[in-house]
Antibody
Framework: QLQLQESGPGLVKPSETLSLTCSVS??????????WDWIRQSPGKGLEWVAS???????YYSPSLKSRGSISVDTSKNQFSLKLTSVTAADTAVYYCAKRWAPSAGNFIDFWGQGTLVTVTS | QSALTQPASVSGSPGQSITISCTGTGSDVGSYNLVSWFQQHPGKAPKLLIY???KRPSGVSNRFSGSKSGNTASLTISGLQAEDEGHYYC???????????FGGGTNLSVL
């Protein structure tokens, strides 16, 4: 059974960089039918797609990040990571990592991590 | 990018059926049969209910069904149960550079 686990600091100061890692177990991050996503949810709000990566390194970002985001993959560790620079209070959210089937295979997310709360505060 | 449009809240009585709509545009919902639906309970990760508009993952009750007409997708829950209370989100493919667009979410109350 696939499992995803987010890790990273729960508190980040304004203007600093948020860094999160998602560790994938029970499956290979290099499987060519999957994409790997970061999705966030601000307190009391809805889901927001943040970024995606394919095992080959192709990356995709939400326009709302305004070039502050960077997603990377480490196939040797079966992990992928998110960095978000110049954070503000608006970046406070539960961040989920997730596995998504490629658009050619349905484009649906069937596995999620448990989520990790990141609070931007001085 | 704008979120897909869902009603903020819906309610129903146990045993009844309800439908949650998800309205997009001809560039997302209307262009692809790549709409999925999620259920989320407080403090939990979302759970996949429907994918590719109408398909149900193994283990999801057949009380949940999906459909689409034009730019609007719908999730129908029949035989409402108390455990169905929670938030529901739709999701659509847009294009390769924006593979995921969520709806704003709908809060379902079972009265």
């Amino acid at each position: 059974q696939l499992q995803l686990q987010e890790s990273g600091p729960g508190l980040v100061k304004p203007s600093e960089t948020l860094s999160l890692t998602c560790s994938v177990s029970g499956g290979s991050i290099s499987d060519n039918v999957y994409y790997w996503d970061w999705i966030r949810q601000s307190p009391g709000k809805g889901l927001e797609w943040v970024a995606s990566i394919y095992y080959s390194g192709n990356t995709y970002y939400s326009p709302s990040l305004k070039s502050r985001g960077s997603i990377s993959v480490d196939t040797s560790k079966n992990q992928f990571s998110l960095k978000l620079t110049s954070v503000t209070a608006a970046d406070t959210a539960v961040y989920y990592c997730a596995k998504r089937w490629a658009p050619s295979a349905g484009n649906f997310i069937d596995f999620w991590g448990q989520g990790t709360l990141v609070t931007v505060t001085s | 990018q704008s979120a897909l449009t869902q009603p903020a809240s819906v309610s129903g009585s146990p045993g009844q059926s309800i439908t949650i709509s998800c309205t997009g545009t001809g560039s997302d919902v209307g262009s692809y049969n790549l709409v999925s639906w999620f259920q989320q309970h407080p403090g939990k990760a979302p759970k996949l209910l429907i994918y590719e508009v109408t398909k149900r993952p193994s283990g999801v009750s057949n009380r949940f069904s999906g459909s689409k007409s034009g730019n609007t997708a719908s999730l129908t829950i029949s035989g409402l149960q108390a455990e169905d209370e929670g938030h529901y989100y739709c999701c659509s493919y847009v294009r390769d550079s924006i593979p995921v667009r969520f709806g704003g979410g709908t809060n379902l109350s079972v009265l």
